[in-house]
C-alpha cells in the first residue's frame, strides 16, 4: 500500500458529483520539486495516475507550467487518459 502525503491531495481532488478533477500545473511543480528534495518523485506521478484512474474530466489549470522540463510526465499521463475515454480541458488562470 503506498501512503501519500497529506499536502499532495490538496492539488489534485476530484469532485464525487460529476466525476471532475481540476489539477493545477503550478501547485503540480511545487509538489514536484519538494519530491526531488526527498526522492518521491516516482510516487508522486504513480498517485496522480491512480487518481486520473477514477476521473472521468481534468480541468488542467495554469497551464504555462507545462513548459517546465519537472512537469513532462504529465503529458504522457493525461495522453493515456484520453486514450481511455477522459477528457482534458486545459485552462489559463486569468492574471
Known amino acids: 500500500m503506498t501512503f501519500m502525503n497529506r499536502r499532495d ?4 481532488r476530484i469532485n464525487s458529483n460529476n466525476g471532475a478533477a481540476e489539477l493545477s500545473c503550478e501547485q503540480l511543480y511545487m509538489r514536484c520539486l519538494d519530491s526531488h528534495l526527498d526522492g518521491t518523485t516516482a510516487q508522486l506521478f504513480e498517485n496522480i495516475e491512480q487518481t486520473l484512474d477514477e ?8 497551464t504555462a507550467w507545462l ?7 504529465l503529458l504522457s499521463l493525461l495522453a493515456a487518459f484520453r486514450s481511455r475515454g477522459g477528457r482534458v480541458e486545459y485552462q489559463r ?3
Open 9 to 12: 491531495f490538496l492539488f489534485f
Open 55 to 62: 476521473a472521468k474530466i481534468v480541468h488542467v489549470t495554469d
Open 67 to 73: 513548459t517546465c522540463d519537472e512537469l513532462k510526465p
Open 93 to 95: 488562470r486569468e492574471s
